[in-house]
């Protein structure tokens, strides 16, 4: 995206002037950790984490390795389906959670979604059907669910969506209430446009993102210096 690019590069003429710095990962840094706020995946002070993204972006792949992660530090989860939508969706995260020792419930209607703030010392994540941002039916599904769940929206993004639709769609996301960006497939992309492009037009904060296939291992941290790393590699 050229606007996203001239920004970034204004950005980084203006700290590399204003400091002396000439490395350029530690401008970058700098500059995305101006632009980008932080977020915690495991954070319980706000305990309700809502997975949403277009369809095939990874949200529930992303949700059981958020679970994964909680796992090994010791945190209780609850899974909750609300995707009445995939076939087989409930059984599949059910399936998940038995396996994590975790906690499962299938929210057929978003009232029962306003229960999961009431869980008390656990995470509480909740998977959602997939969306597509431009269809006027489907944002008001995700916003009925959304409004219902409270919390934190975590958007699964797809890492090699092209910068024009990532950008749309994470605006649309975003006037929806998601506030995370967590870039999936990190792994299988070398351009990391969409990903700049949707961050910003949306105003995310950043903190994890999915780089393997693996569920037990397969979120890294994402902030400003893994950013500048990942973009200048």
Known sequence: DAAVRARLLALCREEAAAGGEKDDVRILTAVFNRLFAAYDLLDRKNPVKVFAGLQGSGKTAALVKTAALACRKGIACTLISADGVRAGANAQLKSLAAVLSADFL??????????????????????????????????????????AAGGETVLTLDAGYNACDAGEAAALFASLGADCLLPTKLDLCRRIGGVLTAALK????????????????????????????????
Do not use: C, H, I, Y
């Not at 209607?109 to 597509?132: F, I, S, Y």
């Not at 999915?210 to 397969?218: C, K, P």
């Open 106 to 147: 299938a929210a057929r209607e978003p009232e029962q979604l306003a229960v999961a703030g009431a869980e008390k010392g656990r995470l509480v994540l909740v998977d959602t059907p997939g969306t597509n941002p431009f269809l006027d039916s489907e944002r008001e599904r995700l916003s009925a669910l959304l409004k």
């Open 202 to 233: 949306g105003g995310f904060k950043l903190g994890r993102a999915s780089v393997s296939a693996s569920m037990a291992n397969g979120l890294s941290e994402f902030d400003g210096p893994s950013l500048a790393r990942l973009l200048l590699a």
